[in-house]
């Protein structure tokens, strides 16, 4: 295990797995930034994936599975920021019926459109292309561990640097930390609360349903039931213990993404399936163990100085 662990497949699998938890993190820290308290990702993704699947299928065209995807978790966000924003619904309820809605609604739009309930085999759906680096494909060991990636995988870590020049470096990143920091004295100068957080939504269910394509377009080659398996869940937990920092949520995810990665690994040294599934979700109570602690301490602190 220690061998693989310091090994150049480790790394390779460790992008590969944290590629949508990286996505959702993103997600999650934008959400997080403007104050909203949403845990529907999973079905973002599940939507999107599914949506990516249908549409590359019946187009045969990967820009257009691509688009259908984004828009499918889209309206997920879209229904989530309506309902909490403008029909004062409880935000955790409204994320749990989305949730399961996904886990549902997939399996069951699956269904009339092939027949079955498991996956998406029988459809003629596309994957996004492996990207061989130039020059860096050639260097011994950074090679075999940088290059090679889903088209996605790479687009990942563009995302995080954008996500992190959107939020500190732009006007509209101002306004939703503005909104979430403080939303009366960001409506006192005349930011309209409900729409920047409206917004926001909407921008971390695109970012949410990227993660949900390479699940669908990359990970695996078709849709199947329930196939995020609580990754929304994990990419949440990363962006609670980066602290809504783009830099630091990566690296969590990495970490955590490393954890699935073991766990994979570990049936081959003839460990229990259910150890695999397991490990990462582990590592996520670790964490979460870690973010009550620490906040805890903090609040100690506070009330100490005061």
């Known amino acids: 295990m220690l061998d693989y662990i310091f090994s150049v497949n480790f790394i390779f699998a460790v992008i590969r797995m944290g590629t949508p938890l990286l996505f959702v993190g993103m997600a999650a820290v934008i959400g997080a930034k403007a104050n909203i308290l949403c845990i529907a990702y999973e079905g973002m993704m599940l939507f999107a994936a599914l949506g990516g699947v249908i549409g590359s299928a019946y187009s045969q065209n990967i820009f257009v599975g691509m688009i259908t995807g984004i828009l499918a978790g889209s309206i997920i966000a879209t229904i989530f920021a309506y309902f909490v924003l403008y029909l004062n619904t409880k935000p955790l309820l ?25 996956d998406t085999s029988s459809l003629a759906s596309l994957q996004f292309p492996t990207v061989h680096i130039p020059i860096i494909k050639d260097i011994p060991f950074i090679g075999p561990m940088l290059s090679g990636h889903n088209f996605l995988s790479y687009l990942a870590f563009v995302v995080v640097i954008a996500v992190w020049y959107f939020i500190f470096k732009t006007k509209m990143g101002l306004r939703i930390r503005a909104v979430g920091e403080d939303p009366d004295a960001a409506a006192s100068v005349g930011i309209n609360v409900k729409k920047t957080k409206f917004i926001a939504m909407i921008i971390s269910g695109v970012i949410a349903s990227l993660g949900g394509l390479f699940m669908s377009m990359g990970y695996m080659p078709y849709f199947t039931n329930a196939m995020t398996a609580g990754r929304g869940f994990i990419g949440i937990a990363a962006q609670n213990l980066g602290r809504g920092n783009p830099i630091f949520t990566m690296i969590y995810t990495l970490v955590f993404g490393g954890a699935m990665a073991i766990g994979n690994t570990a049936q081959s040294f003839r460990l229990p399936s259910q150890f695999a599934s397991m490990t990462p979700y582990l590592v996520t109570l670790i964490g979460l163990v870690v973010i009550g602690s620490r906040n805890k301490k903090l609040k100690t602190k506070k009330q100490n100085i005061k």
């Not at 886990?103 to 309930?117: D, N």
């Open 94 to 118: 409204t994320g749990l019926a989305l949730n399961t809605f996904g886990t549902g609604g997939t399996v069951y739009i699956m269904y009339l459109l092939t027949g079955m309930k498991l």
